[in-house]
């Protein structure tokens, strides 16, 4: 079996969901000088569990995308697609400050008095964003090289079954639910200006992805002829 191949240690995948709750409660919490916030521990709650049973069974099936995504440094780019991979430079730290925005935001919110969206609205955020996290990880659980930096490993085949038959871009799909739902879930009306600035930069940030899959995977010019969309079926 491939050293890739080998799942990780299931004490590793135990604390993965619980070190993500505690970080992202971490900020939340003392921001929000409130530890009766129901909404963010509904949130947390939902995230956890979600994200355990999710790399549990990834772990399970197929490791190797875990491996992959926790990987820092890309090894698979060619003079060809270095230039659109590069992107990353720029286009990740958006993606990264303004979800932090998107989840200080409410924090803040809940702390100075904010105006606060009513509970039922912040359950259906809570189920949008769990939606999109199950997305995500069933994405990853279908393609063993769905990393989370553009690149494109020497071994990498192309998946064309399961979400990516209706989509080529199934998991940013998943994340833009997720991330929209998020500051939804926590009930807050401001948390969706870099909410929307974070999928905005998604969406742009498949431009740079399929160009250098374009230029760096055989067949992939079929397949988007094959399949259509991006996100969305029959819309994007």
């Known amino acids: 079996m491939d050293e890739l191949d080998k799942p990780l240690s299931p004490f590793v995948i135990a604390i993965i969901p ?11 919490f ?23 049973v999710g790399y549990f069974l ?19 780019l060619t003079h060809t697609t270095k ?11 958006i993606i990264s400050i303004t979800f932090f925005a998107a989840l200080l935001l409410p924090a803040f919110g809940r702390r100075l008095g904010w105006p606060e969206l009513p509970f039922w609205l912040t359950l259906i955020g809570l189920l949008v964003s769990s ?25 990498q085949k192309l998946i064309d079954s399961g979400l990516y038959g209706k989509v080529r871009h199934p998991l940013y799909a998943g994340a833009i639910w997720m991330v929209l739902g998020t500051p ?5 009306y ?12 998604l969406v742009w940030r498949i431009n740079f992805e399929e160009d250098m899959l374009l ?12 399949v259509k969309y991006k996100l969305f079926p029959g819309i994007y």
């Open 83 to 93: 230039k659109s991979a590069g992107s990353d430079r720029f286009i990740m730290p």
């Open 184 to 188: 939804i879930a926590l009930g807050s």
């Open 215 to 226: 230029k760096g995977m055989d067949g992939y010019a079929a397949y988007r002829g094959r």
């Open 30 to 52: 003392p921001v929000a000088q409130d530890w009766r916030w129901l909404q963010a521990w509904l949130f947390l709650a939902a995230f956890s569990i979600i994200l355990g």
């Open 58 to 76: 990834i772990n399970k099936e197929n490791p190797r995308v875990l491996r992959n995504r926790m990987k820092l440094k890309k090894q698979g």
């Open 131 to 155: 939606a999109g996290t199950i997305i995500m990880l069933l994405a990853m659980y279908q393609n063993a090289h769905a990393s989370k930096l553009l690149d494109i490993n020497q071994e």
């Open 18 to 28: 619980f070190y993500a709750a505690f970080f992202i409660g971490l900020f939340l």
């Open 190 to 201: 401001c948390g969706l200006i870099p909410a929307s600035i974070a999928c905005i930069t």
